[in-house]
């Protein structure tokens, strides 16, 4: 209860301070945001989609771990732990596709450029579908649990061959993003400590819901495994 | 005698043995293989239409290329798993060879089916779309020929996959697209390369992308197939 409103008030802060934060050329002041040449205001969004998109692979890369672990001790506990974790992720993937679209169209001009890093995060979207897909397409708990920790792990192996493909095919389509061409983000101490709480904020709040939902699921299992002795005896 | 060697044999044997009954009971129905022809033919003649007298950039035909080869592999490839559970003999496999020589010996029909796709879309192509010519033979074959085993290696899995599920015809694309996109875009890429007459040197890069594409992927299957194929 208590951690909840803290990560409430928290969260408030957060959002606060990143919307309101002066940005200026040359930062005097504590509390001066630096001025990023060519995103200017819309750096804000830094704030909130970043966290999105480090927590749609975060999310992805748990439900892999916890798929592993259903596997070697095929605990069902573990399955709804998996698939949680995958429904939050692809909310979160939903979401920094979302903002990272309109963070493109007002930097780069348009919508969506197929941007090596807009690609692999719809990539992902692709494969939390497909995940979904195929655990609404198998009836028998066990295999449907079996079968989509299968195929995160396959997912999860085949993903990083995008890191080394996109640059040969796009580079000569495709002007650099911003953020490429200067490596790094400049940012000064106080966007730091923004970013990074936002980022901790961020995962407080997935780490609430995915405990959430992993509980209401146990208590459906249970309620259903009563209900099955209930009707044998 | 060759029946009881495939049963109690070695593991090669095994592999083997899987492969000429799929291949045997392929050759009765003829289900994967005319659908994999018809796909090639329909495909290839939709692009011709729409084509009509135009040509059109070696850039665009190469990726056509693929996507011809793509479709018909899903129409295709999870036959010989979900040949298994239609007729309910993958109980008996399980009892009668290790799940490593299934999936080898299924891997192998695989690569022989979609090898054939692969020769036939591409006599096909470049007798009739006129466009389409490749300068640098030499990056096209291995391209093709990576891209076949690729295409194989994904393929298998994600049929074993869906071959426990309900709706296989669909859940197939839908499972196998995120998967084989990164072999996709590489085997677009070199055959663009080869359209364009690049030194073979050039696509080296691509070469080690598909190299290691195909070591992951089967390695990551005979790791994880025992869980797929054992109920």
């Known amino acids: 209860m208590g951690a909840r409103i803290l990560l409430g008030v928290w969260l408030t802060i957060v959002v606060i301070l990143g919307l309101s934060l002066p940005m200026v050329a040359q930062p005097q002041q504590w509390y001066d945001l630096p001025i990023i040449p060519g995103l200017e205001e819309k750096a804000r969004i830094i704030f909130f989609h970043v966290p999105t998109a480090w927590l749609s692979v975060v999310a992805f890369i748990s439900s892999m771990i916890y798929g592993i672990r259903y596997l070697r001790r095929r605990n069902p506990e573990d399955d709804i732990k998996s698939a949680s974790a995958a429904g939050l992720g692809f909310l979160f993937c939903f979401l920094a596709t979302v903002t990272g679209a309109i963070w493109a169209k007002f930097s780069w001009g348009t919508y969506w450029n197929w941007d090596p890093r807009q690609t692999s995060i719809f990539?992902?979207?692709?494969?939390?579908?497909?995940?979904?897909?195929?655990?609404?397409?198998?009836?028998?708990?066990?295999?449907?649990?079996?079968?989509?920790?299968?195929?995160?792990?396959?997912?999860?192996?085949?993903?990083?061959?995008?890191?080394?493909?996109?640059?040969?095919?796009?580079?000569?389509?495709?002007?650099?993003?911003?953020?490429?061409?200067?490596?790094?983000?400049?940012?000064?101490?106080?966007?730091?400590?923004?970013?990074?709480?936002?980022?901790?904020?961020?995962?407080?709040?997935?780490?609430?819901?995915?405990?959430?939902?992993?509980?209401?699921?146990?208590?459906?299992?249970?309620?259903?495994?009563?209900?099955?002795?209930?009707?044998?005896g | 005698?060759?029946?009881?060697?495939?049963?109690?044999?070695?593991?090669?044997?095994?592999?083997?043995?899987?492969?000429?009954?799929?291949?045997?009971?392929?050759l009765r129905t003829r289900y994967a293989i005319s659908a994999l022809l018809m796909f090639v033919i329909t495909t290839i003649s939709i692009i011709l239409f729409s084509l009509g007298s135009e040509g059109a950039p070696a850039e665009v035909l190469s990726g056509m290329l693929w996507v011809v080869i793509f479709f018909a592999a899903m129409s295709g490839l999870s036959r010989t798993f979900v040949m298994e559970e239609e007729r309910g003999t993958a109980m008996t496999l399980q009892l009668l060879a290790p799940p490593s020589a299934v999936y080898f010996g299924k891997l192998l029909f695989n690569l022989v089916l979609i090898a054939g796709v692969n020769l036939l879309t591409v006599a096909l192509y470049s007798l009739f779309i006129n466009g389409f010519i490749i300068k640098t033979a030499s990056i096209f074959i291995i391209t093709i020929t990576l891209g076949s085993i690729g295409f194989a290696a994904a393929a298998t899995i994600i049929a074993a996959i869906i071959a426990r599920a309900s709706t296989k015809g669909t859940l197939y694309p839908v499972l196998s697209f995120p998967i084989l996109l990164p072999l996709l875009l590489t085997v677009i890429n070199a055959t663009r390369l080869a359209a364009e007459g690049a030194f073979f040197e050039e696509a080296y890069g691509e070469f080690q992308i598909l190299i290691s594409y195909i070591v992951v992927v089967i390695a990551t299957s005979f790791i994880v197939f025992d869980f797929v194929w054992k109920d």
């Open chain 2, 1 to 26: 005698m060759r029946q009881h060697e495939s049963v109690r044999g070695s593991w090669g044997s095994s592999v083997l043995a899987i492969l000429r009954k799929d291949w045997q009971s392929e």
């Open chain 1, 123 to 232: 990539v992902l979207l692709l494969i939390y579908g497909a995940y979904f897909a195929l655990r609404s397409a198998v009836e028998v708990e066990e295999k449907k649990a079996a079968l989509s920790a299968v195929y995160a792990i396959i997912a999860a192996v085949t993903m990083p061959f995008f890191m080394f493909i996109m640059p040969r095919i796009l580079a000569s389509l495709h002007p650099e993003p911003i953020l490429n061409t200067q490596g790094k983000v400049h940012m000064n101490i106080t966007m730091l400590v923004v970013f990074l709480s936002s980022l901790a904020g961020f995962t407080g709040l997935y780490y609430w819901m995915w405990r959430l939902q992993v509980r209401m699921r146990l208590i459906e299992l249970s309620d259903a495994q009563k209900l099955g002795e209930h009707s044998r």
